[in-house]
């Protein structure tokens, strides 16, 4: 399974914009870019995912590099509600394709 | 849609016990999936099935912990006999083989072996 990696941690200012990094070198051309979020005491919960082109959906953005060796996870106005560990996770073309977790990035979001 | 449901939502046990965690997916979803997630740790996923039939189960400890999905549809987790290293919390995700790529966790249940 291609390797991610992202940040330990980063810190963000409530309803300022979170630019969450995920660098993927190694991907191959039928490898899905999915996020996830994990609330503390929670399951992982699925934001969102893209191949090529950039994303947009209710809760967040993917912009994803030409290369596709990196991407950024965009939340466009930080509540204290989207401080969790994100995880940045590459997912083969099969539906069923395994999603293999790393350490992610802790968000913290400061009032 | 209902989410996944897991349960128990606690479970407190003594090394060498045995123990057993109990999923629902939702409702439709082919593939089923346990992860085990130890503190400050990623999820490891341990088992997936594509209806009641295992897909990967490479990374069970097949000693000690086993699983099933009679009917393709719940799924229990058994632990038999737990160890210390245990400890952690165990979740179930499902996920369509249609449209969306995305899975859906339950809560999971947190394992505490003493």
Known sequence: DAKTTQPNSM??????????PCNHSTISGTDYIHWYRQLPSQGPEYVIHGLTSNVNNRMASLAIAEDRKSSTLILHRATLRDAAVYYCILRGSSNTGKLIFGQGTTLQVKP | EAGVAQSPRYKIIEKRQSVAFWCNPISGHATLYWYQQILGQGPKLLIQFQNNGVVDDSQLPKDRFSAERLKGVDSTLKIQ??????????????????????????SGTRLTVV
């Open chain 1, 11 to 20: 810190e963000s200012n409530e309803e300022e914009p979170v630019h969450l």
């Open chain 2, 81 to 106: 006999p737990a160890k210390l290293e245990d400890s952690a919390v165990y979740l179930c995700a499902s996920s369509s083989t249609e449209g969306s790529y995305g899975y859906t966790f339950g």
